[in-house]
């Protein structure tokens, strides 16, 4: 398992030798790290809330067909999936920046736990840099045990109830099955953010903090953005949402 991440690992050590080589302090190179992922993600994210945007326009005709077909759920189903194939819906689509995340997340982790098998060959001062003071932090390679993995854990918490906000953005079918599970999570996320932070390397905490910090951010702008789509929808103006509701005007 850990040789598949392993293949992960191997270009995010020369991306943070390189970063390294330039700014000399490990911890910022951590920081400067996450913000280029997160800036790569950022497109799946917009595309998320489009889906989101459309799945609420929708959101009529879905519980027109759940009404429909309340007592066979077999032709629900059959209808649901054509009625999302035909609008240029996807339900799923919200979970694709975490699916991607995480590959990321535990290649890193592949990386600080072992530097010497993934960082290029030529540069020993990585080597020690792994190890280097930031902050508080004597050593970034070993765990931090109370403050980055509560801060961690608090920023997990409001990145996720911004998500369950923006979430709320999109269609509410299974709500009353969701909402239990959705509200355990909430909470319970968070407490295992820090109680594994206090195990990982504090690198890898801090990959996850500096990543919340940019997920709330991210959740910001993208609720601006939303704000002006609405604004356009109520003017009569093209919405571009993706779908086959992309530039359609509000009759």
């Keep these: 398992m850990w040789e598949i991440f392993g293949l992960i690992a191997k270009p995010l050590g020369y991306l943070l030798t390189?970063?390294?080589?330039?700014?000399?302090?490990?911890?910022?190179?951590?920081?400067?790290?996450?913000?280029?992922?997160?800036?790569?993600?950022?497109?799946l994210y917009v595309h998320q809330t489009k889906s989101s945007l459309r799945m609420a326009e929708v959101q009529p005709k879905i519980q027109a067909l759940q009404k429909k077909?309340?007592?066979?759920?077999?032709?629900?189903?059959?209808?649901?999936?054509?009625?999302y194939k035909e609008e240029g819906v996807?339900?799923?689509?919200?979970?694709?920046?975490?699916?991607?995340?995480?590959?990321?997340?535990?290649?890193?982790?592949?990386?600080?736990?072992?530097?010497?098998s993934y960082l290029p060959e030529g540069h020993a001062n990585m080597i020690l840099a792994v190890h280097e003071q930031?902050?508080?932090?004597?050593?970034?390679?070993?765990?931090?045990?109370?403050?980055?993995?509560?801060m961690a854990g608090i920023t997990t918490f409001l990145s996720f109830s911004a998500t369950q906000a923006q979430n709320s953005m999109g269609a509410q079918a299974n709500a009353n099955q969701m909402a239990g599970m959705m509200k355990m999570m909430k909470y319970f996320f968070p407490v295992m953010i820090v109680w594994m932070g206090r195990s990982f390397p504090a690198g890898l905490t801090l990959y996850w903090f500096i990543g919340n910090i940019c997920s709330i951010i991210q959740f910001q702008t993208l609720k601006l953005w939303k704000k002006r789509l609405e604004r356009?929808?109520?003017?009569?103006?093209?919405?571009?949402?993706?779908?086959?509701?992309?530039?359609?005007?509000?009759k």
């Design 18 to 43: 390189g970063i390294y080589s330039v700014v000399g302090n490990y911890g910022i190179t951590l920081i400067i790290f996450t913000v280029i992922v997160r800036l790569c993600l950022f497109p």
């Design 69 to 83: 077909y309340a007592n066979d759920k077999e032709e629900l189903n059959r209808r649901m999936m054509e009625f």
């Design 90 to 116: 996807n339900p799923m689509k919200g979970c694709l920046p975490m699916l991607i995340q995480m590959p990321i997340m535990l290649g890193l982790f592949t990386l600080l736990r072992d530097p010497m």
């Design 134 to 150: 930031f902050f508080w932090i004597s050593d970034l390679s070993q765990p931090d045990l109370w403050a980055l993995p509560i």
């Design 232 to 250: 356009m929808k109520a003017e009569g103006k093209d919405v571009p949402l993706s779908g086959k509701g992309k530039g359609k005007k509000e």
